[in-house]
């Protein structure tokens, strides 16, 4: 059992999709293992005029499943209660003031309260300012404002955002959610590069070659398409996921596991991104549209809510440097993209060739270590081995590092494990203000550089792996996708 923590939730768009899909579910599973128990509730507000009774069957349909008992079910949806809220009437706090004060007595909470902001980031600084001004929070208990993303869509917008919160949520109690940093694979970075010397001794640009970062997924955009057209796969994807990916990627190895170091050294990492000039962008960096396929599937411009001239990017690849002392020249490549081959999430270490060959016209393989995130988290490490015989023969083996398919262990879901380093207060998994300002520098001279480009944006096949474009980008550095729609490195 878990050591039991004491909250009060109050989640605003508690009636939305990720809400029902996320935040519910994540919370019975700590309710199960014991996290939470007696002493929590949860205040669900959104606009819709739903009873306590109504949102109590939404959140059981919600985390009832074929291993879930109608008991367990039943007596965690009890501890849920449903506001009617307007964000912007005072009015409205007032009234939540007093449901909160209510619930605190009732579950012996001890002012402890987590505030989730699952809307709109135009919300959040009046939603800020309320809770302060209303006194809903607290003077006897901790107070977390969780948020998620878009934060902002440019450096600017969102510096305005940041400071709208600032003023009445000190920095430590803010939490920006990434769910990419309760991923189970992502966290396991920093147990491979970090407690292996193996890899801690070659992590540099004197053993590495080149980095390959795959955010790929097979589905087109769906219902987001009218969010989709204003952010694009640049800043949906690589501000935040990518660039997290490449912080703890590039790190240096902090002084101790802990938030304060760990956070110091990826905000060094993001800091030492270069910063592209408009012709630097134009050299490292490709986007495109997915087109029709032939068997049927609409393409980007023919979506609903999407503009028939739309330059919207469905696809990014580019080629990012990190200008610090280990990771100086060394290349790392990036790519996300909709509509693609495969649903995947895959970090590709290239390593060096040795320096000498001494198996004369034996052809070596790379060695390649590979982090796959998703669809289910593995790790392998690609070498050279002798093949089985009377001659001496090469032949590149793949040797299992982490493979999980114990059907005993359960993977939390990051949702899951996010919530629960909230109620620990540990921020370790969260980006701090510095680490966004530094990632939408970067971003924003490529945002800015394509929207004063006058030329048209390739098409892609869907189901392809992008355009020839960002084959090409390698091609250039005499590299390639370690990852293709043809070959999984699996075989």
């Known amino acids: ?59 059981r349909k919600a985390v009832t499943d074929a291993d879930t008992s109608k008991e367990d079910a039943d007596e965690f949806a009890q501890h849920f209660y449903y506001q009617s809220h307007n964000v912007n009437d005072t009015e409205h706090y007032v009234t939540l003031r007093k449901l909160a004060q209510r619930l605190d007595q009732k579950y012996s909470i001890g002012g402890n309260r987590l505030f989730y902001l699952a809307m709109s980031p135009r919300f ?7 809770l302060k001004s209303q006194n809903i929070v607290t003077d006897n208990g901790y107070n977390r404002l969780i948020i998620e993303k878009p934060f ?32 189970e694979m992502i966290q396991n970075i920093a147990a491979v ?19 390959q970062i795959t955010l790929s997924e097979a589905l087109g955009v769906e219902e987001r398409a009218g969010y989709y057209e204003t952010a694009g796969a640049l800043r949906d994807m690589v501000q935040n996921h990518i660039l997290q990916i490449v912080s703890l990627l590039t790190m240096n190895m902090p002084a101790s596991f802990t938030e304060s170091d760990i956070r110091r050294e990826k905000i060094y990492a993001l800091k030492a991104l270069q910063v592209y000039s408009p012709e630097q962008v134009e050299k490292n960096f490709v986007r495109a549209q997915y087109g029709e396929s032939s068997a049927g599937l609409k393409g980007y411009r023919q979506e609903e809510q999407i503009a028939d001239d739309s330059k919207t990017e469905t696809f990014v690849a580019g080629k990012v440097f990190v200008n610090s002392e280990n990771f100086s020249g060394v290349p790392i490549y990036i790519r996300t993209g909709k509509r693609l081959s495969k649903k995947t999430t895959r970090i590709d270490i290239v390593f060096k060739d040795v320096p000498k060959n001494i198996f004369g016209s034996e052809r070596l393989g790379k060695n390649i270590l590979t982090i796959i995130v998703e669809p289910k988290g593995e790790i392998y490490l690609q070498m050279n081995v002798k093949k089985i015989g009377q001659n001496f023969g090469l032949k590149v083996q793949k040797l299992d590092l982490l493979q999980v398919e114990d059907n005993s262990v359960q993977i939390p879901e990051a949702y899951e494990k996010l ?11 969260f980006t701090h203000w ?58």
């Open 434 to 491: 510095e680490e966004v300002a530094y990632s939408w520098k970067f971003v924003d001279a490529i945002r800015n550089a394509w929207d004063n480009q006058q030329i048209p944006l390739p098409e892609y096949a869907s189901g392809s792996m992008g355009p020839q474009e960002a084959d090409d980008l390698l091609a250039r550095d005499d590299h390639h996708w370690i990852f293709t729609s043809e070959n999984d490195n699996r075989d």
């Open 193 to 211: 590069r970090f407690g292996n010397n193996l890899f801690r001794s070659l992590w540099n640009n004197r053993y590495i070659d080149n980095i």
């Open 152 to 183: 902002g869509h440019d450096l600017a917008s969102a510096k305005d955002l940041n400071n709208s919160i600032g003023r009445y949520f000190a920095e430590d109690s803010v939490f920006r959610i990434d769910h990419y940093l309760g991923k």
């Open 419 to 429: 919530i629960l380093d909230v109620l620990r207060g540990d921020a370790t998994n």
């Open 1 to 59: 059992m878990g050591t039991r923590q004491q909250a009060l939730f109050i989640i605003f768009g508690g009636t939305g999709d990720l809400a029902k899909r996320k935040l519910y579910p994540s919370l019975f599973e700590l309710y199960k293992k014991g996290f939470l128990k007696e002493n929590f509730a949860v205040i669900g507000t959104a606009r819709r005029p739903w009873t306590d009774e109504y949102f109590q069957d939404v959140v």
């Open 124 to 130: 959040f600084g009046t939603i800020a300012e309320h």
